[in-house]
């Protein structure tokens, strides 16, 4: 598991999808791939967020399953 909180992560997807939508636009990219790549990355956030209110969970999950393999 990352270290780095989620509520982070999150925040830093948000800016990479903005500064790379501008990136993008600026480089002359189509607007269907701005679209496309900007879908993507929203997807990706969208997950993020739902992980997050059971990340607790999840991490003593793991751990119990890391202590009863070994």
Same mark, same amino acid.
């Given at each position: 598991m990352s270290? +780095?909180?989620?509520s982070r992560q999150i925040y830093s997807l948000e800016r990479l999808i903005k500064l790379g939508a501008q990136a993008l636009r600026k480089e002359g990219a189509r607007p269907s791939e +701005?679209?496309?790549i900007i879908a993507d990355a929203v997807a990706a956030k969208a997950t993020l967020e739902a992980i997050e209110p059971v990340q607790d969970e999840m991490r003593a999950l793991i751990r119990t399953a890391r202590q009863g393999a070994a």
């Open positions: 270290a +780095v909180p989620l +701005v679209e496309m």
